[in-house]
């Protein structure tokens, strides 16, 4: 029934045969699993349980952009497998419209970086294939990550889709000289702070003297 419901919102048929039957079956998979770790209190996040949980959404919501889905969906199909499940899992189906909301706004929050950063990661597909590479450069993986918001396993699944690589050492030695630089600049502003709590005291013996 998940599936037929995946195949609904694809308007395809199932089997057809083809590649589009792998995505359908990851979404009904990841759906599944992403309806559980939120009724279990899971929020999408960057670390832990959090993070899977985030992946997955991602993951099962550019499989449908790959079915030609091009919206949120996936929020849509928690409700069916609460349906499904309601007889061993009741308390599932109380849980539901939070669930969806949750669902909704990571979707919506991976829509938003998908349509900003897509653009630029197939100008880089488009230059490294006709400079004769199959390695994306890692500093333009690192610019996708820090301008437009893609993690590095994100780039690296559309890479995978279209046949290529990604220089991970050089992406890894453009995050560490970023991180090299935010620290120089924390210790600056340390310094001025307390440069300027310095002139304050002093400001203030001064006037405490020309009182006296």
């Known amino acids: 029934p998940l599936i037929e419901a995946v195949s609904e919102q694809a308007k395809r048929e199932y089997p057809s045969g083809d590649e589009g039957d792998v995505s359908v079956r990851v979404i009904a998979d990841h759906i599944r699993a992403v309806t559980f ?14 993070y899977v949980l985030r992946r997955l ?42 669930i969806s909301r949750v669902c909704l706004s990571e979707e919506e929050r991976f829509s938003f970086t998908m349509s900003s950063g897509l653009k630029f990661f197939d100008q880089v597909v488009r ?27 994100l780039s690296q699944e ?21 991180r090299r630089k935010a620290r120089l600049s924390w210790k600056g502003e340390e ?4 440069k300027a709590g310095a002139g304050d005291l002093g400001d203030l ?6 009182h006296e």
């Open 57 to 98: 959404i991602r993951r099962a919501h550019r499989r449908g952009n790959l079915l030609n889905i091009d919206r949120p969906f996936l929020f849509e199909l928690a409700g069916r497998v609460a349906d499904i499940m309601k007889d061993a899992y009741p308390e599932i189906v109380a849980s539901i419209p939070y």
């Open 127 to 153: 230059e490294t294939r006709e400079a004769g590479e199959r390695t994306l450069p890692g500093d333009k993986v690192f610019r996708l990550y820090d301008t437009f918001g893609f993690p590095l396993d």
């Open 191 to 194: 310094r001025q702070r307390e």
């Open 205 to 210: 013996d001064s006037r405490s003297r020309a």
């Open 158 to 178: 559309l890479a995978r889709e279209k046949d290529l690589d990604i220089d991970e050492p050089g992406f890894a030695r453009e995050l560490e000289e970023q």
């Open 37 to 50: 770790l939120i009724g279990d209190g899971v929020t999408p996040a960057n670390e832990g349980r959090g």
